[in-house]
């Protein structure tokens, strides 16, 4: 199949040609603020399992479901309790996924059987405008192979899905570069299942209290029931082992001098990088500025070549803000393989 890349900048067609592709029942790649999405009709189940059959992803995987508008959220689900109205207001459009009561228009392969779904508005002008030009609420996960790193450019999804899928809608590059904040608001006390682009301390201030998922912690064996059913697999992985370096910067750096052979790949932080010109290496930032290890952390997962590079070493930014989420999918990435220097 010849994947088409629909640019918008360049041809004022190009979402109509992607909606039209998207009502036919076919899959789309399309840019959102956080990662690329593999987007279908979420209403249209013959629709959706092009999806899981272009990423190769489990089917026990659910997706969640994008919105343009509020008010599209009404229908696809059964209850809008208070505190999904209060993060609504606070944080959408943009980062964050609720899951919520799911209504019987959301086919069982969306939700994987669940009695739930999960719902984002993005902030991404090129996604919502898609949206609204096909009319449809559009299933998405991250345009990826499953397993493989999150995409974050157009490019990265052609070499992933680029042959498989009818067309890709260029968004530029995502400006968060980890994905949506996945929240459970279903039980007693909401519970954080993913960290991702809307960090814990925001939701608290709008929340108070929220569990933390297990599932974000530790590796979580294929017999146990988890509440967001992607954190079990390996992630985010390169086809190069990896090792996370979680403490002080410095402790990091130098541990990592120690201990990685001269055919290791880095990923470290700028003011880190002068102790590996040595080796292959991936800069993600200054340690203290999460935005841009945010940004940088899937292209640098991507970058390694296995011909050049037999293991990959990373720096582990601190769990505070948007840190979170990038420390967890490096971790993840690491099959949690981690190291603590203290
Ligand atoms: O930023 C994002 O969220 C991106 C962009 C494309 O919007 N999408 C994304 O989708 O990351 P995906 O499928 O790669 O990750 C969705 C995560 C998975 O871990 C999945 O198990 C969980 O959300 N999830 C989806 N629906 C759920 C549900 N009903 N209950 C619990 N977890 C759910
Ligand atoms: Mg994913």
Redesign the pocket.
């Known amino acids: 199949m010849k994947t088409l890349l629909l640019n918008p900048v360049k041809n004022p067609d190009a979402l109509g040609q992607a909606a039209a592709l998207l009502r036919a029942g076919e899959v789309v790649g399309m840019p959102?603020e956080?990662?690329?999405?593999l987007a279908a009709n979420a209403l249209n189940p013959d629709a959706v399992k092009k999806i899981f059959e272009a990423k190769g992803r489990p089917q026990d995987?659910?997706?969640?479901v994008?919105i343009a508008d509020v008010e599209q959220l009404q229908g696809l689900v059964r209850t809008v309790p208070e505190t999904a109205r209060q993060l609504a207001a606070a944080f959408w459009p943009g980062?964050l996924?609720m899951?919520l009561p799911k209504a019987d228009c959301i086919p069982d392969v969306v939700?994987a059987g669940?009695d739930?779904?999960?719902i984002?508005l993005?902030s991404h002008p090129v996604a919502r405008a898609l949206i609204r030009e096909c009319g449809l609420p559009l299933a998405?996960?991250?345009?990826n192979l499953s397993g493989r790193p999150?995409t974050t450019t157009s490019r990265h999804v052609r070499l992933d899905l680029g042959g498989k899928i009818p067309a890709i809608v260029e968004g530029g590059p995502c400006a968060v570069g980890v994905?949506?904040t996945?929240i459970?608001l279903i039980g007693q006390t909401p519970r954080l299942?993913?960290p991702?682009?809307v960090s814990l301390e925001q939701l608290e201030k709008i929340l108070g209290k929220v569990d933390i998922d297990r599932a974000l912690r530790e590796q979580i064996g294929d017999d146990v029931q988890v509440?967001?059913?992607?954190?079990k697999y390996r992630h985010y992985a390169p086809d190069i082992p990896v090792t996370v370096v979680c403490g002080d910067p410095e402790r990091t750096a130098a541990y990592i001098t120690r201990h990685a052979s001269l055919m290791a790949g880095i990923i470290c932080f700028s003011e880190c990088a002068f102790q590996f010109d040595l080796h292959e290496r991936r800069i993600i930032g200054a340690a203290e500025d999460v935005q841009t290890q945010a940004r940088c952390i899937f292209d640098a997962l991507r970058a390694f070549d296995p011909v050049y590079v037999d293991e990959i070493w990373a720096q582990c930014p601190s769990d505070e803000g948007l840190g979170l989420a990038v420390a967890n999918r490096l971790k993840k990435a690491a099959g949690f393989q981690i190291v603590n220097v203290v």
């Open positions: 959102t956080t990662v690329y999405g995987n659910p997706l969640i994008h980062p996924t899951i939700s669940l739930t779904v999960g984002r993005p998405a996960p991250s345009a999150s994905e949506s996945v459970s299942l993913r991702g682009g509440s967001a059913p992607g954190m």
